[in-house]
């Protein structure tokens, strides 16, 4: 029971006392004490309609309240079951005969999905989706550009001696960039059937090329450093690095 609804008891015994001594008042002749009973039945009947008008108000609301609660909790659990799903569909995706961009478009789609989700979400579906948002993270690195890794094109001058740079793909023979690890080294590529001998350093593995610059450069196989060094192995696919 609410303070309303203890209210307006209130004021209907109030209500049943004032009658009785209204009736009290009139039966010994008492005129002005019989108004003032008569005033304060009235002030008391307010008093009761009042606080029933404002309860059954409040329990409205109330109810208004908890559904709008209730609402919120299923969008909420909905925004939950949207990012699993959309995370069993990328897992799906990659055993699908997608290919390796495709593969990592689709990645890079469901990360934002779940940021976006993560952003609106509050209560406890915030820290389910914080929990899911950082497992995919660990899962699927967001991968660094290439162009923040200082590259340069290069152009073979005189082979083993000479090197020139370049910023147009086609005319270069290979590329050297910093080291994904941040390492103080920066690791080199010759691309295939350019102008590099099969002696020229480093080697022996030359790189097939494709894309238009070095904002969408995809280079095949992957790139693995051997021998003594940090050991870093990784792809460049269009134009993104990304660790394996």
Not at 109 to 121: D, F, L, P, S, W
Request: aromatic share 6%; charged share 25%.
């Amino acid at each position: 029971m609410s303070r309303w609804d203890v209210g307006a008891a209130v004021a209907l015994v109030a209500v049943g006392v004032l009658a009785v001594v209204l009736l009290w008042r009139r039966m010994v002749g008492d005129r002005p004490g019989s108004l003032a009973a008569a005033g304060a039945i009235v002030v008391a009947v307010g008093a009761a309609i009042w606080s029933y008008v404002v309860g059954q108000r409040k329990r409205a609301d109330d109810r208004i309240a908890e559904a709008e609660a209730k609402a919120e909790e299923a969008a909420e659990r909905a925004r939950v079951e949207t990012v699993r799903a959309d995370v069993a569909a990328i897992e799906s995706a990659e055993t699908k005969d997608l290919t390796a961009i495709q593969v990592d478009t689709a990645r890079d789609v469901t990360r934002i999905e779940i940021e976006g989700e993560h952003a609106k979400a509050t209560g406890p579906a915030a820290g389910e989706l914080e929990g899911i948002l950082a497992a995919y993270r660990k899962e699927h690195p967001v991968p660094m550009k290439l162009i923040d890794l200082e590259p340069e094109l290069l152009v073979i001058e005189e082979p083993g001696k000479l090197y020139s740079k370049t910023t147009d793909l086609a005319l270069a023979d290979g590329i050297h960039f910093l080291c994904p690890k941040g390492c103080d080294h920066y690791v080199g590529v010759w691309f295939r059937d350019r102008k590099a001998t099969p002696t020229e350093e480093p080697g022996p593995a030359r790189w097939a090329v494709s894309g238009s610059s070095l904002a969408d450069l995809t280079l095949s196989p992957s790139i693995n450093l051997t021998g003594p060094g940090c050991g870093w192995h990784g792809w460049i696919r269009n134009g993104e690095v990304t660790s394996c």
